[in-house]
């Protein structure tokens, strides 16, 4: 798979210029199809993109669903919430009318029950993605594709379109769209910052076992190029 790369001076820079690629994306998606589908990481690094999409005029809003990648098994009162997240960030100004479809769907743990109640959701988002962001840990994870997780063979592999995972690194029980769900965009890019994840990226295009670092998967795949959008 060839990466096409990005590479920024400053995180503002980035984020401005990520929004711009996400916003052609959507007003695609819209004028093709009616409607587009945006699928967004949580964490710190997307604060900035976030805050800078969150302002773009020039999208029709009214007509964009936005769903995260992945997301941790809490209420949206946490603030461990991804959700919680891209409503504080991103569903404001201009983006405030979106659709917002989330992922947790209630419940002390992802069981059977909730993962239902949460695919059942992701049923009715309009597909493909028009853009999918995803981010990376620095133990090579991406969405919630971490070493050691409990169905991260299903996880990479399986229809889903999400499957539970808990995983030593994971901390909660999560919640996570499958590989080949994600991999059915139009758009797909990793953003990441710093020169620790620059050399974790650098890492994981060596031959070596996915199981060791996930995101392995997303940049062998040949299914739709990936964009790497990155800052020190």
Known sequence: MSIERHVFATKEKLAEALADAIAENLN????????????????????????????????????????LVDERWVDETSDRSNARLVKEYLLQGPAKAATFVPLYSGGAEPDAAGIERTNAALAELPAP????????????????????????????????????????????????????RLLATRALYLHIEGDEKAQVFDKALETGPVEDMPVRAVLSQSVVPVSLFWCP
Request: hydrophobic share 40%; no cysteine.
């Open 129 to 180: 993605f028009d853009a999918i962001i995803l981010g990376m840990g620095s133990d090579g994870h991406t969405a919630s594709f971490f070493p050691g997780g409990d169905t991260l063979s299903d996880a990479l592999t399986g229809e889903g379109p999400a499957i539970a995972i808990r995983a030593p690194g994971a901390g909660e029980a999560r919640v996570t769209f499958t590989l080949p």
């Open 28 to 67: 695609a998606g819209i004028d093709a199809h009616g409607k587009a589908t945006l699928a967004v990481s949580g964490g710190s690094t997307p604060k900035r993109f976030f805050e800078a999409l969150s302002r773009r005029e020039d999208v029709d809003w009214e007509n964009v669903v936005v769903t």
